[in-house]
């Protein structure tokens, strides 16, 4: 297993601004990935984030609106661009640590006003 | 499309019974499948794993069965507990997009005393 932690837990943001997420792992791990839950639904993948190259990010995301770092294999951010009350969300990070199986971290409560 | 669904998206029972959750998956072509607890406003916690060469895993009072043929997993929940109030993810990882979890819709679970 692993444990992950995120920064901020939670944040209230005015439209138009961003904020970045962090995640931290105690261990190194290749794959970190970044999902939405919005609310009442279920998660989904923003993008993968593979220590040493570009992010690679799932239809309907894009570089510019959620732009992605991975300086090594135990960190990432992920920033919430010009934010929308639809970017109210809860973002969480996930790690794979073997036969694909993920841990994810406690999730950012984000609320967009 | 690959698609992942939950039945039923709620379910209330007292506190000792036996329960069953499903997931149904349209593409049998599946790596592996994992299920999620989720508390309100809170990350996941993984609860079990099974690989598509398998047909079970047991955890303490949780049995997860995997049938790819039909398409379908369920989670058996032995003895519910009012502290097994939850929502209830699965998600899998298809073959050739292993990495990319898809998840269902969840069910959200109330143990009642």
């Known amino acids: 297993s692993a444990v992950i932690s995120q920064k901020p837990s939670r944040d209230i943001c005015q439209r138009g601004t961003s904020l970045t997420i962090q995640c931290q792992v105690d261990?190194?791990?290749?794959?970190m990935f970044w999902y939405r839950q919005q609310p009442g639904q279920s998660l989904t993948l923003i993008a993968t984030?593979?220590?040493?190259?570009?992010?690679?990010?799932e239809s309907g995301f894009v570089i510019d609106k959620f732009p992605i770092s991975r300086p090594n294999l135990t960190f990432s951010t992920l920033t919430v661009s010009n934010m929308s009350p639809e970017d109210s969300s809860i973002y969480l990070c996930?790690?794979?640590?073997?036969?694909?199986?993920?841990?994810f971290g406690p999730g950012t409560r984000l609320t967009v006003t | 499309k690959q698609e992942v669904t939950q039945i039923p998206a709620a379910l209330s029972v007292p506190e000792g019974e036996n329960l069953v959750l499903n997931c149904s998956f349209t593409?049998?072509?599946?790596?592996?499948l994992q299920w999620f607890r989720q508390d309100p406003g809170k990350g996941l916690t993984s609860l079990l794993l099974?690989?598509?060469?398998?047909r079970e895993q047991t955890s303490g009072r949780l049995n997860a069965s995997l049938d790819k043929s039909s398409g379908r997993s369920t989670l058996y929940i032995a003895a519910s507990q009012p502290g097994d109030s939850a929502t209830y993810l699965c998600a899998v990882g298809f073959t050739g997009t292993a990495s990319k979890l898809t998840f269902g819709t969840g069910t959200r679970l109330q143990v009642t005393l």
């Open positions: 593409d049998s072509a599946i790596y592996n």
């Open positions: 261990s190194q791990v290749t794959m």
């Open positions: 996930s790690v794979e640590i073997s036969l694909y199986e993920q841990y």
């Open positions: 099974i690989q598509s060469s398998q």
């Open positions: 984030a593979n220590q040493g190259s570009e992010a690679t990010y």
